[in-house]
Structure formats: C-alpha cells, structure tokens
C-alpha cells in the first residue's frame, strides 16, 4: 500500500522513463486516437535529460519501484507543476494523493502559489486538491487544456 512509499529526486537519465510515464497516462485517458494532434504534440514537447536535470522533479518509489513523479518549475511570479504522472495500473490507490502532497510541500519553498496546466482528465483531481479553474486553453482542435491555480499560503 501506499504508506512505504518514499520520493528521491529524479536523474537526468531517467528522462526516458518519466517521458514514457507521461504518454501512458495520456494514452490510458484515449488522447492518443481522440486526440491525435494533442497526443503527438506532447509527444514532441517532453522534458529532456537536463530539464530534469535543472528542475526540481521528484519520484515516488515503493518498494523500489517507480510509482510515479512530478516536476516543478520556478517562474518570475509563481511556480508550475509541470507534470504529475503514476502509473496507470495504480491509479486510484492513494499515490495520487501522495505525490501532491509532497508536491505543495515542494512547491511553498518556491512561491506562494502554484500553476496547474492540467490534462482534461485530471481536473477533477486538482479541483479536489483545491485548485481553481481560471480558463481552458485549446492546444489542439476539441482538445482543452485546464489553467488552474493553487494558492500555496
């Protein structure tokens, strides 16, 4: 269950596996045959070695096993989750919750409030966390993107 599990910061090396993490998740959601556009404009947009290299992205293992990750960014007036991703078979299981809370923790030594660009599929879940919807974005024809913020005070 959840309660073993522990974060690390990510390596530079583990870019790949963090990629493929993201397009998994994307994929579980179907934004791969709903959404082609979207899906291989992510596709093409992923972290490289030294983004993760240069911003703070952490790992949640369990039991050595990677469960899932985030990452962060500082901008000149807030910071931005990046990403938040889990495997798609442990959804549901309360790394989600985890992650975000390790997340805020993270994030409150950065700024006093946090960016969310969020996945259609994960609003929900940030809305519950406690981040308020500002607009939606297209990113690509009938695909949206939630801009949300979570005040970190």
Same mark, same amino acid.
């Given at each position: &269950?959840? @309660?073993?599990?522990?974060?690390?910061?990510?390596?530079? *090396?583990?870019?790949?596996?963090?990629?493929? &993490? @993201?397009?998994a998740?994307?994929?579980?959601?179907?934004h791969?045959?709903?959404?082609?556009?979207?899906?291989n404009?992510?596709?093409?947009?992923?972290?490289?070695?030294?983004?993760?290299? *240069?911003n703070p992205?952490?790992?949640l @293992?369990?039991?050595d *096993?990677?469960?899932?990750?985030?990452?962060?960014?500082?901008? %000149?007036d807030?910071?931005e989750?990046?990403? $938040?991703?889990?495997?798609?078979?442990?959804? =549901?299981?309360?790394?989600?919750?985890? $992650?975000?809370?390790?997340c805020?923790l993270?994030?409150?030594?950065? %700024?006093?409030?946090m960016?969310?660009? %969020?996945?259609?599929?994960?609003? =929900?879940?940030?809305?519950? &966390? =406690?981040?308020?919807?500002?607009?939606?974005?297209?990113?690509?024809?009938?695909? %949206?993107?939630?801009? &949300?913020?979570?005040?970190? @005070?």
């Amino acid at each position: &269950m959840a @309660t073993h599990a522990q974060f690390r910061r990510a390596r530079a *090396e583990e870019a790949d596996l963090l990629n493929e &993490m @993201t397009l998994a998740g994307v994929r579980h959601w179907g934004h791969h045959l709903n959404h082609p556009d979207a899906y291989n404009g992510l596709a093409g947009d992923l972290p490289t070695p030294d983004d993760v290299a *240069e911003n703070p992205v952490f790992i949640l @293992t369990h039991d050595d *096993e990677v469960i899932g990750f985030y990452g962060l960014r500082q901008r %000149s007036d807030h910071v931005e989750l990046l990403r $938040m991703f889990q495997k798609v078979h442990l959804i =549901g299981r309360g790394y989600g919750r985890i $992650m975000w809370d390790h997340c805020i923790l993270q994030a409150a030594e950065l %700024s006093d409030r946090m960016k969310i660009v %969020s996945d259609p599929a994960a609003i =929900g879940f940030y809305r519950a &966390m =406690g981040a308020i919807l500002h607009e939606t974005r297209e990113v690509a024809p009938g695909f %949206s993107l939630g801009v &949300m913020w979570y005040e970190l @005070t």
